[in-house]
């Protein structure tokens, strides 16, 4: 028999560092697959290649209605599909299943790169019945993830609305977007922009865990410090809220954001739907042995003995006696830091199209 100290090496050795999931998860909408469950079940298995890719592919639509009724936004537009960042909690793996992969591994590994999207965003600004309502930059996957540095999409996307007038609101965890922030700071001058930053944490071995592959806390404050300097309206988003594991850092986060010039925030209780609660599972339990069946029953007790709740207005808020000291918390400091504020009222009333002149709508 190993030994325990052989088992807890071979864990180690077989940790995929830089990468949020371990493991590949089941594809439910695929009828054949191959998984591997045990370690000694396959002799020739061959691991998921962790290097990534970039997959160009031309989509025939841009720009999305969102249905959603408690995300904030009605329109939304993303340049890629999958993203590096690796982030485990994050909701968008589970629509990386309709493109054929796992929300495990791949997702973060497999990235989808709309090269045609400047052009269907283009078209569609130019439909005559478009209005110009305020579009959000991403609504699923971070528009400044590592492959805007090499396509530079999402930038094309905001030299678009810039021409158009067409307000836009951003939301990232990645310093690149400071990148862009000429054109920024033109934009906020008409009223056309504002930025969520999301801030989860300032531990660096928890964020190097649960965010690989994206930019320090720290840094993500600079970040809005050199927003809000240059004009830019910024806000700091803290999603999730992980109780046992970042949720006593909220007061931190928002006094930070508010001293770098935030006016605005949000945040959202951890829900673990679909593969989601699978990739999570696993983590937990390789990262924080110590304290995982705690923190994962602590998630439960957010939501009333699940760890998931699709309901519309409550399932990125939790419900129960947790989640009300979290919702409770939220609201004294917000307060105290003067981030209740509303979100900067975007200006759709100067929208127009090339050779056209502005229009009230």
């Known amino acids: 028999m190993k030994s325990t100290f052989e088992n807890e090496k071979n864990a180690a050795d077989q940790y995929k560092k830089g990468r949020g999931a371990q493991i590949n998860t089941h ?63 994050c909701y968008a793996r589970n629509s990386f299943e309709y493109w054929g992969y796992s929300a495990g591994i791949d997702f973060e590994s497999k990235i989808l790169v709309k090269k045609n999207a400047p052009q269907l965003l283009r ?15 991403s609504g699923n996957t971070d528009c400044y993830q590592p492959a805007e540095k090499e396509f530079r999409i999402t930038r094309k996307l905001l030299e678009i609305c810039n021409e158009f007038n067409q307000p836009v609101g951003i939301i ?46 720290k840094q993500r404050i600079r970040t809005i410090k050199e927003l809000t300097s240059l004009g830019i309206p910024a806000g700091v988003m803290m999603g999730p809220v ?7 850092e909220m007061p931190a986060i928002l006094e930070k954001a508010s001293e770098a010039g935030a006016t605005f925030s949000s945040y959202t209780f951890i829900r673990l739907n679909g593969a989601i609660k699978l990739l999570f599972h696993d983590w937990l339990h390789k990262n924080f042995p110590d304290r995982a069946d705690k923190v994962w029953h602590m998630i439960e007790d957010g939501h009333i003995g699940k760890v998931n709740d699709s309901r519309f207005g409550v399932r990125m808020r939790g419900e129960g006696n947790l989640a009300q000291l979290i919702a409770d918390q939220y609201e004294i400091y917000t307060k105290k830091f003067k981030l209740d504020h509303e979100r900067m009222d975007l200006d759709r009333t100067i929208f127009k199209r090339p050779g056209q002149q502005g229009k009230l709508f």
């Not at 690149?176 to 700071?185: A, F, P, S, T, Y």
């Not at 531990?203 to 690989?212: H, V």
């Not at 992980?242 to 006593?248: A, F, R, S, V, Y």
């Open 172 to 217: 990232t965890k990645n310093a690149g977007i400071l990148r862009d922030k000429e054109l920024l700071q033109e934009m906020a001058s008409k009223k056309l922009v504002s930025v969520l930053m999301t801030i989860t944490s300032f531990n660096e071995d928890l964020r190097r865990a649960m965010e690989p592959r994206t930019t320090t806390g």
């Open 123 to 137: 078209k569609f600004l130019m439909h005559p019945k478009w209005e110009g309502l305020p579009i959000g930059l």
């Open 242 to 248: 992980i109780p046992g594991l970042n949720d006593h």
């Open 27 to 89: 594809n439910r909408f695929l009828k054949h697959q191959v998984s591997k469950e045990h370690l000694e079940a396959i002799d020739d298995w061959v691991e998921p290649d962790l290097k990534t890719q970039h997959i160009e592919i031309f989509p025939k639509t841009l720009v999305n209605k969102v249905e959603s009724p408690d995300v904030g936004m009605f329109y939304s537009m993303n340049p890629f599909q999958g993203c590096e960042h690796g982030c485990i909690y």
